[in-house]
């Protein structure tokens, strides 16, 4: 089950209108500095435009190679996205939103612009908002990554453009192009932009489990189609929230965006929308009017059946249907309350918070599970614990054994796994593996700064 979040912890502040590029930037503690390649023989086309990006002053910008993916300037996406893109110093944040009220930046082409190799930072320290909310990016193999910045010039990494203006994104290694569009010409998809197979492009990384998702999709939905998924379960519509995020993640073996948004009286909503397909995998609703008493409650206890009965009538079933983990009495932000948690005989979980006083559903959770749990540990052969440590140090470029901090063998739900976490470069990771097969189930990845 997920745990709830508090949301206010997480908004970020509103970015003050100052210009995007800058003169100079104070490195944080985490920032990586490293060597990029200038690439002015790259051509970017978007929906069948050939671009050519300038900074403010009129200087041309050229495309940037680092790490074997391709970059582009921010401000000029924001151009293309009809966006207005400011940049506050203070909090290091990047804001991208709508409509943009500032011209695009003209200028003189460069005469023979030749590749060449600069110094760069990747900034972590970073933080990018459109039009309200937080983004994080992830490169096809689920791992987060962040803005470059170059001569007073950030960059975002191809595939991460191509999210935030929904639009497929192809390469061709014969003529250096990288293409943005709103549908698939080639009929490959590139997950990645910067894998740089040989001809027309690549046809997506068919070599991670989930990548295609659970009926075969082969495009990604964006973020906005992912929020309009969730709204439209939750039976709301953009102008009655407010979004705290909707980024790409990696969970379960498969891309999914996590969307988050509240209400004006605070009710909370966080999804797990398939990122491929836009099905709902797992959503959770907290009726929070932070109205709740600083103390216990003086009304009459009702019973634990009674707050089971109350969370099966909320989600639709009969107690045959079900399979009760528990129900037990708790005390939870002043009040008295029932933690109910059961689960169907197709193994869809549902964990509800009762008013012990009331019976008044405060909050549920329902994860729906796209696989069939055993009932008993699994019976495959047992990969062990250095294969699990193994596998998830290869997820973690440059990390070692000497960086792994956990490695532990567990049942979840009747099933073997492993869960190993590792802290390397002001990361810490930690993953959870199918004990049988090898899959990694999860990933989390956190800076040890936050």
Known sequence: MKQHHTIFRRLAPAALAVTLLMTSATPALAVTYGNAQVMPDRTIVVDGVARTFYAINGQEVHPISYGGTTYLPVRSIGELMNKNVD?????????????RTTGAATGTPDVNPQESTVSVSLRDDFTIIVDGVTQQFYDAGGNRVYPLLYNGVTYLPIRAVGELMGKVVNWDNNTQTVTLSSTDSSGNLVTDADSFGPGTGNTGNTGTTGNTGTTGSTTQI????????????AGLSASQVTFVRAYLDWDDGRYVYDVE????????YDYEIDAYTGAVLSFDYDADYYTRPSQPSTGTTISAETAKSKALAHAGLSASQVTFVRATLDWDDGRSVYDVEFYTSDYKEYDYEIDASTGAVLSFDYDADHYTRPSQPSTGTDIGLEKAKSIA????????????RQAKRDYDDGRLEYEVKIVYNNYEY?????????TILSRDVESIWD
């Open 87 to 99: 940049w506050n110093n203070d909090t290091k944040t990047i804001t991208l939103t709508s409509p």
């Open 430 to 438: 930690e993953f959870e593996i199918d004990g049988t097969t090898g």
């Open 261 to 268: 948004f509240y209400t004006s009286d605070y009710k909370e």
């Open 222 to 233: 964006s973020a906005e189609t992912a929020k309009a998924k969730a709204l439209a379960h």
């Open 393 to 404: 140090l290869g997820q973690v470029s440059g990390a070692s054994s000497s960086h792994i």
